[in-house]
């Protein structure tokens, strides 16, 4: 059974970075796209970047871009969000999630089959 797990979050201060990891388990996920949700308090969950099963395509939303950075690595299983220049406005909890299509071409939840459970992200000084 595919399973997914996040890890790296934690607190950091204004302006830090975190490297945010997705590990899969189970089965490879070669023919996958990725893609990265936060939903912080009071909020509902929003798509934050995708990456395509072959890394050629990504995509940010307009409040990370510059900022944030998805990468994967297929050999390791593992699919990353690198987050730099940190805000407040970034505390949230973040999900991994796998895309059977392999396609990144958006956020819509029903293509994405298989969810981690999610790490915390605090920014605060």
């Known amino acids: 059974q595919l399973q997914l797990v996040e890890s790296g979050g934690g607190l950091v201060q204004p302006g830090g970075s975190l490297r945010l990891s997705c590990a899969a388990s189970g089965f490879r996920l070669d023919d996958y796209a990725i893609g990265w949700f936060r939903q912080a308090p009071g909020k509902e969950r929003e798509g934050v970047s995708c990456?395509?099963?072959?890394?050629?395509?990504?995509k940010y939303a307009d409040s990370v871009k510059g900022r944030f950075t998805i990468s994967r690595d297929n050999a390791k299983n593992t699919a990353y969000l690198q987050m730099n220049s940190l805000k407040p406005e970034d505390t949230a909890v973040y999900y991994c999630a796998a895309d059977w299509s392999g396609f990144c071409s958006g956020y819509d939840r029903n293509r994405y089959r298989h969810w981690g459970q999610g790490t915390q992200v605090t920014v605060s000084s």
């Open positions: 990456i395509s099963s072959s890394g050629i395509t990504t």
